[in-house]
């Protein structure tokens, strides 16, 4: 090959490996947190062995889950309906579809489905291996 098609080898080569590729996955942030949804910052995670549990919870119209705490981080997302949360000393927050909610830590509360369809949850827990994801009161 002589030095200009040699040359002009390199150049589309160059090219290529710098031209940015397109891919058409999206993500959005759904939730980017330093503390719970009551303002309580996140402690330093001392996890010796680490479990993660991932739940599919469907909460009927009208049904409450009973007043109960997570001793571990815990994040839920509404894959479908309205939840209300509602601490022991009556805070509340409600969710909508699409939203995602960073549990309380060591704090009693309950929700309930406060829409016309069922609630579907979509909650991962991180904590240590044994630890129970919820103690009821």
Avoid: R
């Amino acid at each position: 090959m002589n030095k200009i098609m040699k040359l002009a080898v390199v150049f589309f080569a160059i090219i290529l490996c710098t031209v940015n590729v397109s891919y058409s996955a999206q993500k959005d942030v759904l939730l980017k947190t330093t503390k719970t949804w009551d303002n309580a910052k996140y402690k330093k995670l001392k996890i010796k062995k680490p479990e993660v549990t991932v739940l599919k919870i469907i909460i009927d119209v009208n049904e409450e889950l009973p007043m109960h705490k997570h001793d571990l981080v815990n994040i839920a997302y509404v894959k479908k309906g309205t939840l209300t949360v509602i601490t022991d000393n009556h805070k509340e927050i409600t969710l909508h579809e699409g939203e995602a909610l960073p549990e309380l830590i060591g704090k009693y509360h309950y929700g309930k489905n406060t829409g016309n369809e069922p609630v579907e949850l979509i909650v991962f827990y991180i904590g240590e291996k044994g630890t129970p994801l919820s103690v009821n009161k």
